[in-house]
């Protein structure tokens, strides 16, 4: 069982390279074509020039410097991997690397929701401190952080932009949301299941600095940076899992701003929300789901479409009926769509309040 390498690639959206870059240090910014950065192809971070292009339309890197080729982002893996890690990986390792760090799953699962991949990756990987077998089901333990960064980050600021979008006071006190005002970012902690502090993203306010960085990322304080592989864990499970185990269902966002809004709507005491932070669900993520005893997963993702039957109507549709296929012998899904347009381009179901959300809610598709 393995991941299929374009089709890895063909997921990827500039803004994830764009995030790996800077989490190598390579110190990205966007171009018309792309992406500039420094070449950590062949230095080490803050040693090289600007010579690392990265061009949107073919998908490939050049660098204009030592290397003086072209190569795509799993070669990048390989070289950056050698340079900043000591660690050689061959080009599964790569696909597999990269596909893991943004949870994109692999197609090839099929027969048995237990036997995922070849776990034994994951003992290189950084942030895994444990993997524990019982039976057929394994669990990945990710590291955890020092919490008392949390403490240097409640400033005690009113977080108005978030207040304006309908997440409650109580509601951002509750999950530990701060500010750091180094980077102009909203701190967002992420914490496992059992609510271990694994991570923290930064959700840049700032309009030219989310151009120019991305808007969520994580959070580097002090020269730590509080990364975690994405697809390793679901945010806001600690909160939500008591509540699926009793209804037995759960609603998956894409940001963990739904969560955060979801739980301001309801109360955190009725939230049956998580957040897969991207556009991907990772196989270890819904395990964990079926774990957590839910028997409907409602996927609600952006409305990353303008019209319907547009390009990206077409991709969206496309995404969701391959979770759908992958997942359906195994678990009810349910798409929440905003077909009728109800909510804006690019707005999340809960982000134009609960009326909307409950809507779209209660008419949520089931495929066939
Ligand atoms: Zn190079």
């Not at 120019?212 to 975690?228: A, E």
Request: with cysteine.
């Amino acid at each position: 069982m393995g991941y299929d390498k374009s089709e890895v690639r063909e997921q990827l959206t500039t803004d994830d390279i764009f995030q790996l870059l800077v989490e190598w240090g390579g110190e990205p910014e966007y171009t018309s074509f792309g992406i500039i950065s420094t070449t950590i192809c062949h230095n080490a971070p803050g040693d090289g020039s600007r010579k690392l292009y990265y061009y949107s339309n073919s998908t490939l890197f050049h660098c204009f410097t030592g290397c003086d080729s072209s190569f795509d982002i799993f070669e990048l893996t390989i070289k950056v991997m050698k340079i900043q890690k000591n660690k050689v990986f061959d080009l599964n390792d790569a696909v597999r690397y990269i596909a893991y760090h943004f949870g994109i799953a692999s197609s090839s699962y099929d027969s048995d929701i237990n036997s995922l991949e070849d776990w034994k990756f994951f003992e290189d990987y950084d942030r895994v401190k444990e993997i524990q077998e019982q039976k057929n089901n394994r669990d990945i333990i990710l590291a955890e952080y020092d919490k008392k960064i949390l403490d240097n980050l409640n400033y005690n600021v009113i977080i108005k932009p978030w207040l304006d979008e309908g997440i409650s006071l109580d509601v951002m006190k509750k999950a530990q949301i701060g500010y750091y005002p180094s980077a102009c970012q909203i701190t967002i902690p992420h914490f496992d299941e059992n609510g271990r502090f694994i991570g923290l993203r930064g959700r840049t306010l700032g309009k030219e600095e989310a151009k120019l960085y991305g808007k969520y990322r994580p959070c580097v304080i002090n020269k730590i940076q509080y990364s975690h592989p994405l697809g390793m864990n679901l945010y806001g499970l600690n909160w939500s899992k008591e509540n699926i185990r009793k209804v037995q269902k759960v609603i998956i966002f894409e940001s963990e701003k739904s969560v955060l809004q979801y739980a301001s709507f309801f109360g955190f005491e009725n939230n049956i929300s998580v957040a897969c932070c991207g556009s991907s669900i990772s196989t270890y993520q819904i395990q964990k789901l079926l774990n957590a005893g839910a028997n409907e997963i409602v996927v609600a993702f952006d409305r990353q479409f303008q019209k319907r039957g547009d390009r990206e109507f077409q991709h969206l549709t496309a995404h969701l009926t391959k979770i759908y296929e992958k997942y359906k012998n195994y678990v009810v899904i349910s798409f929440i769509f905003d077909k009728d347009m109800i909510t804006s381009y690019k707005a999340s179901p809960t982000d134009e309040g609960k009326e909307k959300f409950l809507k779209l809610f209660n008419e949520r598709i089931y495929l066939k």
